[in-house]
């Protein structure tokens, strides 16, 4: 099992992740596409397991 420490470090982790993701993805908007399709979708991915880590939160 988990505790609480360990859950807030992957959170922190995640959410790095996620920020960088958004990052690329706006960075690559004109140019090109798929890198940027591509990182929307990861940081979508990331922000749905954000989103489960918050529940168990």
């Not at 859950?7 to 908007?29: A, G, M, V, W």
């Not at 990182?39 to 922000?47: D, R, V």
Request: net charge positive; no cysteine.
């Amino acid at each position: 099992m988990y505790n609480k420490s360990h859950l807030s470090r992957f959170k922190k982790h995640l959410q790095k992740r996620h920020i960088e993701l958004i990052e690329k993805s706006n960075d690559y908007r004109f140019v090109d596409e798929a890198i940027s399709d591509l990182a929307a979708f990861k940081a979508m991915k990331l922000n749905e397991k954000l989103n489960q880590l918050s529940y168990l939160d």
